[in-house]
């Protein structure tokens, strides 16, 4: 049973896919649906603390276009600090070419805009100058899943501004293997089996399956590295997509320093699958990530309703916010500001000593990142000067 369950990888993706592919040939109406999140940062109002309304107006104005036109089923435009998020649904399935040309020209678009706005840093995330297929790779951030829509469907997604992307680890792993946190997996029978993971190997390139709560202590070797290994998607035992990720690094699709990477996760939840609840309970803990001012140190991730999500205090601290959506036939009924909630005081705040307390180290390791961590950022071209002769460890 073990063995067979750790044989299957990616299985919810490939039968889904080939089934919504049957259902197109042969009714007009596929049930699988798809949610896509893509996000750049192109531009930010004022410096990177947030974006501005035209961005968003125009962004939105685009996607309604395309819902129109048909490219889509339903969107909703935000922001997180200054990255622009695109929230779509469409019956195209992961990966597809018009839902991320849709999203690249908006970006496109935006970009435009914001040079004219003489926004800062426009166009940032923007790493390519030609759309060939798929953002990926080319600075946008995406996580997307495909799933049969259930009887109801809530979905949370969590946006983040000056973070890198293995910012999920810990709650993606809290959500779904530590029964401290959710007792679904210690009472509901549908849960008790536990989650797979998996996991995107960031330098290395590959992708590993681990079984929970089998490969728990593994899968924490691997997680516990955030800035090496991200959690990518999290799955049903069923091979049901459960929850995915945004992994792109871009200092590692640059080559440089070219901002945060600033991730997106979406979480379904219910019905065999965390409550919504359990999904919010490890933002409870505002734990350390990597990103910050100058993407070059630790801090608190703060979870923060929409309108607190303008990281200015020394370029933060980081920020969280959650939009959670009831899912009706594809339609994204919501949002609802999750951390808009006053459960939540007790993490700002601590998020908040904890920002103080690491701020009297200054430029001090372990506010700032250590060494290995400062090659991707402008660090080596000051040691270059410093230390001429030194050179630039490269993977
Ligand atoms: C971090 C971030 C900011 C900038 C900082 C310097 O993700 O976006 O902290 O790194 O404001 O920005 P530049 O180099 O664009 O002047
Ligand atoms: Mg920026
Ligand atoms: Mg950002």
Known sequence: MKNRARAITRPARAKISSRTRAAAKSAPKAKAITLSVLKADIGGYV??????????????????????DGAIVDYHVTNCGDDLELIMTHRRG??????????????????????????????????????????????????????????????????????????????????????FNT????????????????????????????SCPEQMYDLLVLIGSPENYVIKNVYRKSGEIAAASSTQKLALIAGRYVGKDDPVMMVRCQSGLPAVGEAMEPFAFPHMISGWM?????????PVPHCQATPTRFDGPPRVICFGFQLNNGKLVGPRDMFDDPSYDLARQKANEVADYL???????????????????????????LLPGRRRKRK
């Not at 706005?117 to 946008?140: E, I, R």
């Not at 100058?294 to 703060?302: D, I, K, V």
């Not at 701020?359 to 660090?379: A, I, S």
């Open 47 to 68: 410096g990177h603390s947030a974006s501005h309304p035209e961005i968003l107006a125009r962004a939105s104005l685009m996607l309604d276009n395309g819902r129109s």
């Open 183 to 210: 007792i679904g997996l210690v009472i509901d029978p549908s849960m008790h089996g536990g989650f797979k993971f998996e996991v995107h190997d960031l330098k290395g390139g590959r992708d590993i399956m681990m």
């Open 94 to 179: 992961t990966n597809n070419r018009v839902i991320h040309r849709l999203a690249w020209n908006v970006f496109l678009s935006c970009t435009e805009l914001a040079k004219e706005l003489k926004l800062y840093g426009a166009g940032q995330d923007m790493l390519s100058d030609a759309f060939s297929g798929n953002v990926k790779g080319m600075g946008p951030g995406v996580a997307e899943m495909e799933f049969v829509e259930r009887k109801s469907e809530p979905v949370l997604i969590f946006m983040a501004d000056k973070c890198a992307p293995g910012a999920w680890n810990l709650p993606l792993y809290r959500m779904f293997a530590d029964p």
């Open 359 to 385: 701020r009297r180290h200054g430029p001090f390791e372990p506010h700032r990142l250590g060494f290995q961590d400062m090659e991707y950022t402008t660090l080596p071209l000051v040691l270059a000067k």
């Open 294 to 302: 100058r993407g070059s140190h630790y801090g608190p991730l703060m």
